[in-house]
């Protein structure tokens, strides 16, 4: 295969996304490294069996040195996109949003990673931004947290989300797919709302919490954990607003 007259679609730090037909095709850069390329075909392989509507992974391949993904593209909008445009209706977009968040953690992916695993090796990683007595205190939170096996996303924000012209909704980016806690997963949501909008942040965890008849201060407690997670994607711009938030254990 190779990347002649196929139209780029996107453009980020790690990658490029091309659309191709009715294909998309993210070619990765060396740095991202195989195994990750390879992680996030298997996760969304994975995700597929659980029969959730998510777009079907066909390749990973090689172009021009680079590993790349091919997946079926899902022909719509994203949540996001219909979200700014249809400003008045967000109240029923994001319900939408929120539902179809508890119909994926309704859903069983019994091999994929725990998120408890993924979330202390993530927190261990962070030796140098953040303190040992700080880093202990995550791990015995997470430690202390319950054991669930539910799907969860671990992106899920309205980007991930494609909708068609019928209204259904096809969700994608599996590359941080686990097995846990759907409040744990609500909250890496909470958060990459709350870096943008906190208007927006709170009514996603109203809906949240109501829907799926979770207490708001058990969310709370996983938000240290999901912003520590958060943390060591790098981004400067983020450094400051997720720090403060592993620091609320302080004050408890
Ligand atoms: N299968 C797909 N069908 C349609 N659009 C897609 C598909 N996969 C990704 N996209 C679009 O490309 C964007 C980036 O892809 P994504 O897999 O979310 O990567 P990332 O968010 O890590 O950059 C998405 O927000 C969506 O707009
Ligand atoms: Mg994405």
């Not at 002649?4 to 730090?13: A, D, G, I, Q, S």
């Amino acid at each position: 295969m190779n990347l002649k007259n196929k139209k780029v679609f996107l453009t980020r730090p790690y990658k490029v996304v091309y659309k191709d037909g009715d294909r998309i095709i993210k070619v990765f850069t060396k740095e991202h490294g195989k195994a990750n390329v390879f992680n996030e075909a298997l996760c969304q392989a994975r995700v597929e069996e659980t029969g959730l509507d998510v777009p079907v992974v066909e390749e990973v391949s090689q172009i021009d040195g680079e590993w790349a993904l091919v997946i079926k593209y899902v022909e719509g909008k994203t949540l996001e996109q219909i979200m700014e445009e249809d400003r008045e209706n967000l109240p029923k977009y994001m319900e939408q949003f929120v539902d179809l968040q508890l119909s994926m953690h309704a859903k069983r992916a019994p091999r994929l990673t725990l998120q408890k695993d993924k979330f202390a090796r993530k927190i261990a990683s962070l030796k140098d931004t953040v303190d040992a007595t700080t880093r202990y205190e995550l791990h015995t939170r997470l430690d202390s947290m319950p054991n669930h096996i539910k799907l969860c996303h671990g992106d899920f924000n309205p980007s991930n989300v494609i909708v068609r012209a019928d209204g259904t909704m096809s969700i994608v980016d599996w590359a941080h797919a686990t097995q846990g806690n759907a409040s744990g997963d609500a909250a890496i949501t909470y958060l990459e709302f709350a870096l943008k909008d906190q208007k927006m942040a709170d009514l996603y965890l109203d809906l949240f919490c109501k829907k799926s008849d979770t207490a708001k201060q058990y969310v709370q407690k996983w938000l240290p954990i999901a912003a520590a997670s958060q943390l060591t994607k790098g981004i400067e711009e983020e450094k400051e607003f997720l720090s403060r938030w592993i620091d609320v254990i302080d004050f408890q």
